[in-house]
Nanobody, 126 residues
Framework: QVQLVESGGGLVQAGGSLRLSCAASGRTISRDRMGWFRQAPGKEREFVAAINWRGESTSYADSVKGRFTISRDNAKNTVYLEMSSLKPEDTAVYYC???????????????????WGQGTQVTVSS
């Protein structure tokens, strides 16, 4: 089992920046694929970004491409999401997720992921 805890959310003005962290405990996530998802009020959870276990491959939703950057530090057992040029439509609860499986990977598919954090709220004011 692995536990994931997100942090770094908060209230920011449009155009501002935030850095989210996802700290894992219980076991190493160095061999896991990691993803960030978000869920706005009244909407389904949607894909934001993902990164493979060595960090050489990343994937982003079109809505955040060029503004958000996913990265990982396996030595710290932590994954990050750097967000810049934030927009009001970025307002959501952001979740970190881990995929422990080996083989083919569909990073945008929510069903790929085995473990989830509790989420951190990001609110962007206009």
């Amino acid at each position: 089992q692995v536990q994931l805890v997100e942090s770094g959310g908060g209230l920011v003005q449009a155009g501002g920046s935030l850095r989210l962290s996802c700290a894992a405990s219980g076991r190493t996530i160095s061999r896991d694929r990691m993803g960030w998802f978000r869920q706005a009020p009244g909407k389904e959870r949607e894909f934001v970004a993902a990164i493979n276990w060595r960090g050489e491959s990343t994937s982003y939703a079109d809505s955040v491409k060029g503004r958000f950057t996913i990265s990982r530090d396996n030595a710290k057992n932590t994954v990050y999401l750097e967000m810049s040029s934030l927009k009001p439509e970025d307002t959501a609860v952001y979740y970190c997720a881990a995929d422990r499986t080996v083989g083919l990977w569909s990073p945008r598919n929510i069903d790929e992921y085995d473990y989830w954090g509790q989420g951190t709220q990001v609110t962007v004011s206009s």
